[in-house]
């Protein structure tokens, strides 16, 4: 009854910034758990050989492309997933950018900007697009990756506008949910500590990162993909069908300090 709950047969499901890391990983669990999974990215290539991937698992997956800072390739996709598929049953966010070392007194412009609008309207302009369709059939769950840093102010490293960003996610989040939740959609958020990628593997060889990083851990590790992508799984699935509005902490302890 209970491990029932978690699967997602039949379902289609959709994951943003699914090339690589954090998306990938949660491609590859909702395929695992059933569902067709279309992965989709700014890079069509990797997209694409992420979905190659999991289909030479048995999986069910698809690559498509998308710029998710573009309402009109947004909304394109949409249509594009409806006519294949009739619906989305399951849309993660997870798309986003990091831009650190950038003091807030002499941010260009152009740096605030361009990640609030991957983190921020992106996230918005695709619950905008699915979230409708998942209202029209009475159902439907949206899983947004924020971050410990919606929580928290990350050091050594100045990044106001991801912070920002972050903490404007999980808001959404409640947001869409407080709105949505009497009509059948659920949507829930997962913030992670620092994930171990090819991108953060230097903090091993700084030992001011690795104080405030690790040391700033009770776990006193980096997360992994996988953690998180089980996370986001759980939100997915009719295992969390009483949570809506939730912003999941999968922080190793680290906002306990």
Known sequence: MYLERFRLDDRIALVTGAAQGIGFSTAEALS??????????????????????????????????????????VDALRDRILARHGRVDVLVNNAGIAISNEPAETMADTVWLK??????????????????????RGSG???????????????????????????????LTKSLAAEWGGRGVRVNAVAPTYIETALTSFVYDD??????????????RMGRTDEIA???????????S????????ADGGYTAW
């Open 230 to 240: 089980s996370a986001v799984l759980f939100l997915a699935s009719d295992a969390a």
């Open 115 to 136: 990640v609030l609008d991957v983190n921020l309207n992106g996230v918005f302009w695709c619950c905008r697009a699915f979230g409708k369709g998942m209202l029209e």
């Open 32 to 73: 695992e758990a059933g569902a067709h999974v279309v992965l989709a990215d700014l890079s069509l290539e990797g997209a694409e050989a992420g979905a190659e991937r999991l289909r030479s698992m048995g999986r069910s997956a698809e690559g498509m492309r998308l710029d998710v800072t573009r309402a009109d390739e």
């Open 141 to 171: 769950s949206i899983v947004n990756i924020g971050s410990m840093s919606g929580f928290i102010v990350n050091r050594p490293q100045e990044q106001a506008q991801y912070n920002a960003s972050k903490a404007a996610v999980h808001h």
């Open 242 to 249: 009483l949570l809506t509005g939730s912003v999941v902490l």
């Open 207 to 220: 030992p001011e990162m690795m104080t405030h990083w690790i040391g700033g851990t009770p776990m006193g």
